[in-house]
């Protein structure tokens, strides 16, 4: 019995000056005390974060700040904040930014609950049980983590790092206020970055094995073609808001379950486990590093079903061929073309990297665990597999 | 500020079987007696409630059977339930069957924890603060109830009777099992009208004022061409299992607050509103009446935005004339097309009525609470319109 799970509670709050209402969530959500955690100094100096504080001052909620999250966010920050919140009694925490902010602050929901050491729900040791309380005030649309059930973390006080994720139902959101004019500074590279992820959340869960419902592949490529066509409208014109508002939903949405409805499999998820490990050892923009490996993925993996790819590409691009094959690989460079048109790198060179045959092996390994694991789902990776796609990323 | 807000909670469990789970769903919900709310003899015949009472008995749970929901379900069954519930000291309800079941359960569910008289919900009187837990097994894709915040139940204690609708977020179910094969056995007139409704729930939230989202509006025409295309694949073949887990899925997410995405009025729902006025006096079938009045409203509020039924008539049936007037006239009269081709009415005749001036009269001071009510988002509808509206149907 292959049953398909969805469930998305989050608490959407949608529009200009959205976040003027956190200090009234945060209070019907049961808080008195909250860590307010965030990234660098933009939220600072965009004045978002005295909003905040002055929205829940209204409300006679006490706050700490937390501030220095950071791009493919760090174990020993996450430790600080667990550290942070106990000692400062809180008992919500408010993340105030991208997915850095969000997944950071889910690990430290999960710490402040747990005796033993927070890493065990990322090392695969234990699952967690419970959670305190977390919600979210978006500025970057891209990893979905608003409404996702994922976290990911980098384990800073390992050789080489480990970034790796814990999913559970525990880590999605009490709430998450989305306001598209926060997104208006968001810079062009981040903006395709951040495009470049939300598109792969719907692109993994598109390719999965098993039974198929159209209805849920069409929602897919709504989703996608908004994405495409809306990244090129905010990269021509950052404060456009409708685009700003369809990226944000598109995000929300991308990972939140709904393009995966029906599908007892939930995806294929190579590309982001690939990407991890990749990220881990040279710290690239997930979505950046993303779309370096798609194409290769893609041309790994699509002789186990060229029909898939060439479905894709006639509902995305109105592509026709004589051969499924043909439109395959037509869709493939498409998708590329997209990826480009977002500022983005399609190979590893492209992302500033050259790796050494002896770097292709090392970061093969770490993938597969020393052959120890199979990733995907569309198509099962192996050593050789996850090998021979790094090698063709690394020859574009 | 106009805010938007989306909040969907509901847990889905999805696929053939599914319903095997509902013991370990209503464990892990705390149930420990659950009342087992249904319609008529079809749960009964199909073995659909023997197979549920052994999941519960599976996972020690007791329960107590209470029958009898049925279409338009009534006030004087909400307060047997609420009576029976209370005796049997139960502490859970599941709810097995459509709309009917589902809408009677939610006031059970509110009905149980309040001191007062349970029809205060729906007077307007006051608003529920607490609600016993639900769980639904759907049997029918029709209302969306399994997802949605609203309730409506018809006060048979009146005379004329009363159809009015709760809506609150405490009324979205627990948890909704969601089986298409469970739907198999749906009449063909029944899937039609369930269509139609699951079409009006995505049309109602279209029709709205204020600002609008392309990425909103393309999830809505997915969606309503979805439900177009897989309920004749229903209809002709009932056991078309791919279409009928379409139209679940439409049904939920068509009501569950996605295609209002970013729009703060929420939609128009006049339709909804005077349809509930008509089956509150002549007890039709929701989907039916439904379908009876579209046209004469849609043909009635046109003007306020022809531009607005172009888009629709264009994007969902390649409609394209030299002015928005006339693709307007022709996008209506094509969505009429689609009702019929589900065997539906376009008209009050054509669902067995003939009013007399006084019946329209009569219909449309209850609808206008005696020139109290005005009506809608899209164009506001006051007693002179909805007696309009009600001629128009009636002429057809």
């Given amino acids: ?6 469930f998305a ?11 003027e209402e956190c200090g009234t969530l945060l209070r019907e959500n049961g808080a008195t005390k909250v860590l307010i955690h965030f990234g660098g100094g933009s939220v600072v100096r965009s004045s978002l974060l005295a909003r905040v504080e002055k929205s829940l001052e209204e409300r006679n909620l006490s706050f700490v700040e937390f501030g220095g999250a950071k791009p493919n966010p760090r174990l020993s920050l996450v430790r600080e904040g667990i550290e942070l919140y106990k000692k400062e009694k809180c008992d919500f925490i408010l993340a105030v930014g991208g997915g850095s902010a969000i997944d950071s602050a889910k690990a430290i929901a999960y710490g402040v609950v747990y005796d033993g050491d927070v890493w065990d729900f990322y090392s695969g040791k234990s699952s967690p049980e419970k959670v305190a309380p977390l919600g979210v005030i978006l500025t970057l649309s891209a990893t979905g983590s608003e409404m996702s059930n994922s976290s990911v973390i980098t384990n800073d006080e390992k050789t080489p790092n480990d970034k790796v994720g814990c999913n559970s139902d525990l880590g999605r959101p009490r709430f998450a206020i989305l306001n598209p004019e926060l997104t208006f500074s968001v810079s062009a590279y981040q903006t395709g970055s951040g495009s470049t992820d939300i598109m792969m959340h719907t692109l993994e869960r598109f390719f999965h094995s098993g039974e198929r419902f159209e209805y849920t592949d069409e929602n897919a490529i709504t989703l996608l073609k908004s994405v495409w066509k809306n990244t090129l409208r905010a990269l021509k014109n950052p404060e456009d ?9 598109a995000g929300s949405l991308s990972h939140n ?18 990407e991890h490990e990749l990220s881990a ?29 060439a479905y894709l590409g006639w509902k995305m691009f109105g592509i026709h061929e004589k051969t499924d094959k043909e439109a395959c690989i037509k869709t493939i460079e ?9 500022g983005m790198p399609v190979g590893l060179h492209e992302l500033g990297l050259e790796l050494s ?15 120890q694991r199979v990733l995907g789902d569309f ?13 063709e990323a690394n020859r574009r």
């Avoid at 050892?281 to 060229?306: E, F, K, P």
């Avoid at 498409?334 to 977002?342: G, K, N, P």
Wanted: proline residues 3%; contains cysteine; hydrophobic residues 45%.
């Fill in 281 to 309: 050892l040279y710290d690239v923009a997930h979505g950046a590093g993303l779309s370096a490996i798609w194409g290769s993925w893609a041309r790994h993996v699509c002789d186990t079903d060229y029909s898939r790819f």
């Fill in 357 to 371: 045959p002896a770097d292709i092996e090392a970061l093969a390994l770490k993938s597969s665990w020393n052959g």
């Fill in 334 to 342: 498409a998708f590329e073309d997209v990826f480009r048109s977002f």
């Fill in 1 to 6: 019995m292959a049953l398909s799970r969805y």
């Fill in 379 to 391: 198509m099962k990776l192996g050593h050789e597999d996850m090998k021979a796609i790094f090698t």
């Fill in 257 to 274: 379950g709904l393009t995966a409805a029906g599908n007892p499999t939930g995806g294929d998820w190579s590309c982001h486990r690939l």
């Fill in 241 to 249: 808001y409708e685009a700003r508002a369809a990226l944000m939903w």
């Fill in 9 to 19: 509670p989050t608490y959407v709050v949608f529009g200009r000056g959205a976040e």
